[in-house]
C-alpha cells in the first residue's frame, strides 16, 4: 500500500492568497484526519471525518478554515485567506476502524505551508 | 477534555544509553499508542496497546499499558544515533469516537554519538 498521500510537500504564499492542502487516504480506510503541528503547540486536532462526513470540526481555529471529504480518496483543507500565523506543518492521517487495529492512525508525510 | 501529560519534555543522552518516557492521563483510556517522528516525516507507530497490563516489545523497544488504564510508558534500550526523533503517546477513549485519538506533547529525543 503507498500509505497517506499528501500535496504538496511544501507550499509558501502571501498573506491573503488561498492555499489548498490535499490528501489521499490509505484505500479502505474509511476515517480521516487532519492535524497541524505547530512547535508551540505541539500536535493539533483539526477535523476528521468518517464515511466521508465530518464528525468534529471543533478544532479548526477560524472561518477562514474549511474541509471537504467528498468521495472515500480524497479530502482537501482549505485556508482561505491565509496569514502568517497559519504557518505550520499539516498533517493528513487515516485509520481503518476495524477490530484490533481499528484505533491506529496512519499519518502522511505532511505539507509544511510558509505564510509570507 | 481529555488530557494526556508526557514526560519528559526533551532528553539528551549518550548513545547506549537506556532511555525512559512516560504518559499520564486525566481518564481511562482503552487503547494506547506510541509513535516517533523523524524530521521532516510524519508519526509512525511503534507499538500498540491494547489491554490493561500489557508489556509488548518491538526491538530494542518495551511499551506497557498501565493497569489503571491512566498511563503508559516507553523504554528503549541500548540508544543509537537513529533512534533521533520525537515521540509521542496517544490515547483512544472508546466508545463513538470514531478512532479520535488525544496524544501527548511529545519527548524530543537526541542521542550523542
Known amino acids: 500500500d503507498a500509505g497517506v498521500i499528501q500535496s504538496p510537500r511544501h507550499e509558501v504564499t502571501e498573506m491573503g492568497q488561498e492555499v489548498t492542502l490535499r490528501c489521499k487516504p490509505i484505500?479502505?480506510?474509511?476515517?480521516l484526519f487532519w492535524y497541524r503541528q505547530t512547535m508551540m503547540r505541539g500536535l493539533e486536532l483539526l477535523i476528521y471525518?468518517?464515511?466521508?462526513?465530518?464528525?468534529?470540526d471543533s478544532g479548526m481555529p477560524e472561518d477562514r478554515f474549511s474541509a471537504k471529504m467528498p468521495n472515500a480518496s480524497f479530502s482537501t483543507l482549505k485556508i482561505q485567506p491565509s496569514e502568517p500565523r497559519d504557518s505550520a506543518v499539516y498533517f493528513c492521517?487515516?485509520?481503518?476502524?476495524?477490530?484490533?487495529?481499528?484505533?491506529?492512525?496512519?499519518f502522511g508525510a505532511g505539507t509544511r505551508l510558509s505564510v509570507l | 477534555g481529555q488530557q494526556l501529560n508526557q514526560s519528559p519534555q526533551s532528553m539528551f543522552i549518550q548513545e547506549g544509553e537506556d532511555v525512559s518516557m512516560n504518559c499520564t492521563s486525566s481518564?481511562?483510556?482503552?487503547?494506547w499508542l506510541w509513535y516517533k517522528q523523524e524530521p521532516g516525516e510524519g508519526p509512525v507507530l511503534l507499538i500498540a496497546?491494547?489491554?490493561?497490563?500489557e508489556l509488548t516489545s518491538n526491538g530494542r523497544l518495551t511499551a506497557q499499558f498501565g493497569i489503571t488504564r491512566k498511563d503508559s510508558f516507553l523504554n528503549i534500550s541500548a540508544s543509537i544515533p537513529s533512534d533521533v526523533g520525537i515521540y509521542f503517546c496517544a490515547g483512544h477513549a472508546g466508545g463513538t469516537s470514531y478512532g479520535k485519538l488525544t496524544f501527548g506533547q511529545g519527548t524530543i529525543l537526541t542521542v550523542h554519538p
Open positions: 492521517a487515516s485509520s481503518p476502524l476495524t477490530s484490533g487495529s481499528g484505533n491506529i492512525q496512519y
Open positions: 481518564s481511562i483510556f482503552n487503547t
Open positions: 496497546l491494547y489491554k490493561a497490563g
Open positions: 484505500s479502505g480506510h474509511n476515517s
Open positions: 471525518f468518517n464515511n466521508n462526513v465530518p464528525i468534529d
